[in-house]
């Protein structure tokens, strides 16, 4: 009976501390929101409340208006309402227009599709800087070399009069990304053994992760704990000489070539030039040519 009694208390407790994530979760205060009505309220932030009440009034003429999250989260208390700002200092309200972004929200989904073909996109959403009245049926989007590293940044589209109209997006994806399977060590070579795709929710990464196993034989350049997932800044490919490797040297003396072997003291790519070690102890210099294999400086 005690053990059924305790069972029962179990469940209602989850059921308390889901229910109580899930209202923190649905009442997040976002960065941006829009709006029609000059009169903004609870409803205008999607909050669950009792009982919908006024927050503030935009000015006349306003088209965006900025306000401090510590406001909003005292008027939401006073009313009895709870709020989660998270990391969120500052929000903006944009007042909403008729304009369809769905030209640029595709150019958003054909950027994002061919840096990451098996990306799956559940949905993208376009906030303008300001008002935006219309927009040029050739709209194009200009977008920062680094963005494919981000799940939410800014571009911006030039108008035809070639004024500047900048936006915030923000996507929601997931993505197939390349993981360790276990904890790798530095100049460990990159394979199944040691890693696996996963897949993860897209966010923001350090630089670009990988999709699929490197193309070229690579290791690692740093030591990562199991389940990370990997970046192209966190490996290499391997040099085409190690260190303390046998290689063979090349000496060309006109239409003559002479062969010996030597040990590298260095590791290097593709015509790098390198120490060697001959077998007479004697050290000199010489180019990488190809893989264990130099030509002598």
Same mark, same amino acid.
Do not use: W
């Given at each position: ?12 407790? %989850?059921?308390i501390?889901?229910?109580? &994530?899930?209202? &923190?979760?649905?009442?997040?205060l976002?960065?941006?929101y ?5 009169t %903004?309220?609870?409803s205008?932030?999607n909050v669950?409340?009792?009982k919908?009440f006024e927050?503030?009034? +935009?000015?006349?003429? #306003?088209?965006? @208006?900025?306000?401090n $999250? ?10 009895g309402c !709870? ?5 969120? *200092?500052?929000v903006?309200?944009? #007042?909403?227009?008729?304009?369809d @972004?769905?030209? &640029?929200?595709?150019?958003?989904? =054909?950027f994002?599709t061919?840096?990451?073909p098996? /990306? /799956?996109?559940?949905?993208i959403q376009?906030?303008?800087h300001?008002y935006i009245?219309?927009?040029p049926?050739?709209a194009?989007?200009v977008?920062? #070399? ?11 589209? !030039?108008d035809n009069?070639?004024i *500047? *109209? @900048? ?8 993505l $197939? ?5 276990? #904890?790798v060590s530095?100049?460990?070579?990159? $394979? &199944?053994?040691?890693?696996? %795709? ?7 990464? *350090?630089?670009?992760?990988? %999709? ?10 740093? $030591?990562?704990r ?10 290499e ?5 190690l260190?303390?490797?046998k290689?063979? +040297?090349? +000496?060309k003396?006109?239409?003559?070539? +002479?062969e010996f072997? =030597? ?5 290097g790519?593709l ?7 001959? =077998? ?5 210099r ?12």
């Amino acid at each position: 009976m005690s053990l059924c009694y305790n069972c029962t208390l179990m469940v209602k407790f %989850i059921f308390i501390i889901s229910f109580f &994530l899930s209202q &923190l979760y649905a009442n997040a205060l976002q960065e941006s929101y829009t709006f029609t009505n000059p009169t %903004i309220t609870s409803s205008d932030l999607n909050v669950s409340c009792p009982k919908p009440f006024e927050i503030f009034l +935009v000015p006349d003429g #306003k088209t965006s @208006y900025r306000i401090n $999250s510590q406001i909003l989260l005292k008027t939401f208390e006073l009313n009895g309402c !709870a709020l989660n700002s998270g990391k969120v *200092r500052f929000v903006t309200f944009l #007042k909403r227009s008729d304009t369809d @972004y769905t030209l &640029l929200q595709n150019q958003l989904t =054909a950027f994002y599709t061919e840096q990451y073909p098996t /990306i /799956i996109i559940q949905s993208i959403q376009v906030f303008p800087h300001g008002y935006i009245q219309s927009l040029p049926n050739n709209a194009h989007a200009v977008f920062d #070399k680094d963005m494919a590293t981000k799940n939410k940044g800014t571009f911006y589209v !030039a108008d035809n009069s070639g004024i *500047r *109209r @900048y936006f915030d997006f923000t996507i929601d994806a997931s993505l $197939s990304v390349l993981h360790t399977t276990q #904890k790798v060590s530095r100049k460990e070579v990159v $394979s &199944l053994n040691n890693s696996a %795709i996963k897949t993860i929710p897209f966010s923001t990464f *350090r630089s670009k992760p990988l %999709i699929s196993l490197p193309e070229t034989m690579s290791r690692f350049k740093v $030591s990562l704990r199991d389940d990370t997932p990997i970046i192209e800044r966190q490996i290499e490919s391997i040099p085409l000489v190690l260190r303390g490797s046998k290689v063979s +040297v090349q +000496v060309k003396n006109d239409t003559v070539i +002479v062969e010996f072997i =030597a040990t590298a003291m260095q590791e290097g790519a593709l015509y790098d030039i390198i120490t060697i070690e001959k =077998a007479d102890n004697k050290r000199v210099r010489a180019k990488i040519i190809g893989e264990n294999a130099v030509e002598l400086q």
